[in-house]
Every structure is written in C-alpha cells, then in structure tokens.
C-alpha cells in the first residue's frame, strides 16, 4: 500500500473512532449543558404537513432498526451465536432484514429530504445544518444499500467478520485495521461516514435522539404515592372559615 494511503487507512480506522467517539459523548454532554433550549429537533410540522407524516415514520422506524440492527450485529462475538447459528445464515438475515429496513428508511429520508428543499417555506425556515445533517444521512443509506450485493457474494460470511472484529476491537481498545484492507471500497467508505454522523452528531438536530432514548426511565419509574391534605387543628379550635379569596 502506498505510505500516504497506509497512513490515511490507519488514522480512519484506529485513531478516528476514538476522536468520534469522544467528541459525541462529550459535545453532546456540553450542548445539554450549555444550550438546552437549541436540544430539540425543531419541527416543521406546523408550516406544512404534507409528506412529514409519511416520510417522519417512515424514516425513523428505519432508521431505529438499522441502528439497533449494526450495533448488536457488530459487537456479537462470534462465540455466543456459533452453537445454534453459523456466521452466514447470521449475514443472510442481516442482509435481509437490513436490506428491507434499509429501504424502508431510504424512501422515508427522501421524502424528508424532498420537502426541505423543495418546499419554499420550509426551505426558508430551515438551518443548514438540518440539509447537511440530511444529505449526509442520505448518502449514508445510498452507500449502505450498495453494501448489500457485495455482501451477498461473500456468502462465507467472511465480510462480516472482519468487520464484527475490527469493530469489536475499537470497543476493548485493541483495533485492527489491517483486515479492513481487503474489504470491497463500498464498506470503508461506510465506516469512515457513519463515524463522521457520530462527530457530527453533538452540533445537529440529531441530539433530540437522546431525549427518545432518555423516555424508556419512565417505564421503570416507581409508582406515584398521592396522599390527601389534612388540616391539624388543635382541639377547642374552630376551623377558620373560608373566604372568597381562599375558595
């Protein structure tokens, strides 16, 4: 590999994980701190509704599976599934059900994506940062559908593993970039771009994400004691009457 090329290769995958990683915890730390009132994801619904309704569900039933979809697919050791399912039926229905989930999130994004640019109102009240957020996440679920013949050929599961190791790796600090080498160019490419959503992530709209993860508390709240208000009145007082301004 060109030096250059094997520099730029080793900085994408062992060192920028831990930059992105880092300033996605921290940043979206010091934005909830600083900026409370900019944590939301500033909703249009109001100027127009049209294709929100569509494209929003769409859109976020998707992209939810596919989020919960790479990270319990990645960090899975090998080991815990091996005894009742083989490395490939594991790719097939993760190129399946990502595929379909994958879809699903595509035709939604673009609706989204659609009535911001297009919609002159909505464009006029948009931030540039809600586009770029979109595009980038566009280009993201193009890339990741293009994955998916690539995925298929490699039908030992092969792919998948490197990518479950070096992925696994960045979690107990011991990454390996070398094996990503031999990856097709769809996958790198998806990698180093889905870390760049992770660095981003603190300075967009996507940090009202962590206000939809925060709501599962109130599930396991403990149960609300209401007790009634009793008046102690010494013995041998009267109550005092109530007036108008008291009632």
Excluded at 48 to 66: A, D, K
Excluded at 195 to 222: D, N
Aim: glycine residues 6%.
């Amino acid at each position: 590999m060109n030096p250059i090329l094997g520099y730029l290769h080793n900085f994408f995958f062992n060192v920028y994980p831990y930059i992105c990683l880092a300033v996605f915890l921290m940043g979206s730390l010091a934005r909830f701190d600083r900026d409370q009132y900019t944590w939301k994801s500033d909703s249009s619904q109001m100027l127009r509704t049209g294709l929100l309704r569509w494209g929003s569900n769409l859109f976020h039933v998707g992209i939810l599976f596919l989020f919960f979809g790479h990270l319990v697919g990645l960090l899975t050791p090998h080991w815990l599934y091996e005894g009742f399912m083989s490395a490939a039926t594991k790719q097939r229905i993760a190129i399946y059900s990502g595929g379909v989930a994958g879809f699903v999130c595509f035709i939604g994004l673009s609706m989204l994506l659609y009535r911001r640019l297009f919609d002159p109102r909505i464009r006029l009240t948009s931030h540039k940062t809600d586009l770029a957020i979109l595009l980038i996440l566009w280009v993201q679920l193009v890339i990741g559908l293009i994955t998916l013949p690539f995925s298929y050929k490699h039908a030992d599961a092969s792919a998948m593993l490197i990518l479950a190791d070096w992925a696994q790796g960045i979690v107990t600090f011991q990454p390996n970039a070398d094996a990503l080498v031999t990856l097709d160019w769809p996958f790198p490419l998806h990698l180093i771009l889905g870390m760049t959503i992770f660095l981003l992530f603190p300075f967009s709209r996507l940090v009202h994400v962590w206000s939809g993860f925060a709501t599962v508390r109130f599930l396991f709240r403990p149960h609300q004691v209401v007790r009634s208000r009793r008046l102690n009145v010494p013995a041998g007082h009267n109550q005092p009457r109530q007036t108008r301004a008291d009632a």
